[in-house]
């Protein structure tokens, strides 16, 4: 997680980059921005002990920012397809920092947001659970952004088919309850559940397996004092997890311990927990094409076939309202049987918002890959991270998409992220 002050003055730095100076050939606003704020140059450890501007010439080069870049397209409506593409990266790249400043307020143990709804402890119906699996016919579908739609990031690029077989997934992320039935089963003490390097990772109290090296935006293993404490404990649970006196589980959800609620989502674990949870339950993560097309598919007329048509969204085209996906900032995390507006047409719920899954894939690019102008948002992550897929409850709902990876090193569990499976 980054510095909040940094986080905030990064957004206005980008936005200056990318569309005074880079689009509109201007001179940087601030003499020593490139050096505090660029986040390709400036490696994540050195940006909690650099001396920031205060947090009113913070707001004060923002509100600088704003002002020139909307100026020239003020009462415009035939933006250029290169002021189309740099306006939609900063302001989707704006909407991804409100969503790390979400993980910010967790880590480190702020309150909540004062719009925010206080989080549920009166109920934990085992009728607010989902269970049961979709089944997906096998056959050719195609995977990614097509060439004709509006703004996507390179890695969507291109739709692509590919040839599946037929699979059942599970209808609702896994829950609080299943999850824990895995760790008072001693899921986290038996070597036989996990991986090498899932192992590995574990007897080391969580640390990062990777290069700690500089990754874009959010998308970096936690480097400050929290971590090298965190490193020194046995990881038996997942994070934000413990015991009350009375044995009973609890988990923290900003500043506050409540009560371990069955019916919601299994939050903050990390690939490395997914993949063993999966090896105990006998199922399996999903790859992200059986994901995508979960998502996004329907049937054909025939019934037990995949049709041609591809939704935008897991419950159709037309853009959220609010009441089909729990995205931006609206509740918090709700129960796992909540928005059934939101179900794909093979009925699986909340693939888009309420919590990230991860997937079974390493990040690769899709045939035919370029980079876009904004060379290090995926190329230098290739093969070093997952792909999760379908937002949370901090997702901005201009960005989300069936088409849309994001991508986390494997040990990550700072983040709103939780998984489904499907059946081996």
């Not at 967790?106 to 549920?120: E, I, N």
């Not at 037309?318 to 609206?330: I, R, V």
């Amino acid at each position: 997680v980054n510095p909040p002050l940094w986080e905030i003055g990064h957004v206005g730095w980008f936005q200056e980059f990318w569309l005074l100076r880079h689009l509109r050939r201007q001179k940087p606003l601030l003499e020593n921005g490139d050096q505090l704020y660029n986040s390709t140059d400036v490696a994540h450890d050195v940006r909690w002990d650099l001396l920031l501007p205060s947090h009113e010439d913070t707001w004060r080069y923002l509100d600088e920012v704003l002002n020139r870049v909307i100026e020239p397209i003020e009462g415009k409506h035939d933006l250029s397809k290169e002021e189309l593409y740099f306006y939609s990266l900063t302001t989707f790249h704006e909407a991804m920092h409100a969503e790390a400043l979400a993980c910010t307020r967790q880590t480190h143990g702020y309150p909540k947001p004062s719009f925010l709804t206080a989080p549920r402890t009166d109920q934990n119906r085992s009728d607010d659970l989902f269970p049961g699996d979709a089944e997906i016919p096998g056959g050719t579908f195609l995977i990614g952004a097509p060439p004709d739609g509006p703004f996507v990031f390179d890695n969507e690029k291109w739709a692509h088919e590919v040839v599946l077989r037929p699979y059942r997934i599970a209808r609702a992320p896994v829950s609080n309850r299943e999850f824990r039935e895995f760790v008072e089963d001693g899921g986290y003490g038996q070597p036989n559940w996990w991986s090498e390097e899932g192992w590995r990772w574990l007897v080391t109290g969580g640390a990062p397996q990777l290069e700690n090296s500089f990754a874009n935006f959010f998308n970096k293993p936690i480097k400050h004092p929290s971590q090298a404490q965190a490193a020194k404990e046995k990881v038996e649970h997942p994070l934000y997890w413990r015991r009350d006196p009375d044995g009973l589980w609890q988990q923290r959800v900003f500043d506050r311990y409540i009560p371990l609620q069955d019916n919601l989502p299994v939050v903050h674990v990390s690939w490395y927990e997914a993949e063993p949870f999966c090896a105990w339950a006998g199922r399996r993560l999903p790859s992200e094409a059986e994901w995508e097309t979960a998502a996004s598919a329907e049937l054909a007329a025939d019934g037990c076939s995949l049709s041609n048509k591809r939704r935008h969204f897991p419950w159709g085209d037309t853009l959220p309202t609010g009441n089909e996906a729990n995205l931006d900032w609206q509740n918090g995390i709700v129960e796992i049987s909540a928005y059934e507006a939101g179900d794909s047409a093979f009925g699986c719920r909340q693939m888009i918002g309420n919590i990230w899954e991860w997937t079974a894939d390493n990040f690769t690019p899709y045939p035919g890959f370029s980079a876009d102008p904004y060379k290090e948002y995926s190329k230098p992550w290739f093969g070093t991270h997952k792909v999760l897929r379908g937002g949370c409850w901090a997702t901005s709902s201009r960005l989300i998409r069936n088409t849309w990876r994001n991508f986390y090193t494997p040990d990550r569990r700072d983040v709103w992220v939780g998984f489904r499976t499907c059946a081996k």
